[in-house]
């Protein structure tokens, strides 16, 4: 019954929503807005649920003396002042919780994503390397495509801007739509698995 239940509940709802998505009316409406506002409830049992046991995974670190453990309380510090600050002086405009998103959380994220531009210029300078036709082509086209989108691309030539067009227009755009095709059929397979129950990993402890 352990894993009966949470398998007969996911098979429901996955057909009833599939229901109500080709079968437009009134109750299946219903039962959807139901089911929005009590996906709202879930959801902020959700947090305490994270919360719980982003406290524990840290506090076992520390208690261990695991490697990197000095992390663990900065993670908690850090988890324990922005919620008394939002708590305590709300969230609006000049207070601490704001203070510490601007000054802290926007600035570690653009680190992060600043980090991010040199594995991108790392690994564009692996797959741009000519060592097939195929990594040939690739780089020319990138080429044709950096200098179609500056203005220095139409002072080498004015065909620079419209070759970059149609290959936005065409080929890539032929291989994002083939891409999306191929995410979507994925997408509805794992689907018709889960509420089928043959996809059963969800629930833990493999098949």
Known sequence: MKRQIPLLIVMILGFLFVAHTFIPHTISQDFFDWFIKWSKVIGSFAIVLGVGSLLMVHSNKIKRKAPNWGYSWIVILGLVITSLSGFIWGIEEGTPFMWIF?????????????????????????????????ATVLLI???IVMLGRVSIGNAISPWIPEITQWILNVPNLAAKRAIQLGVGLGMTATS??????IERTYLGGGK
């Open 192 to 197: 018709l698995k889960i509420i089928l129950g």
């Open 141 to 143: 086209a990138a080429i």
């Open 102 to 134: 601007k000054s802290v959380n926007v600035p570690a994220g653009a680190t992060m994503f600043s980090l991010l531009a040199f594995y991108i210029a790392s690994a564009a300078y692996k797959a741009f390397r000519a060592r097939s036709i195929e």
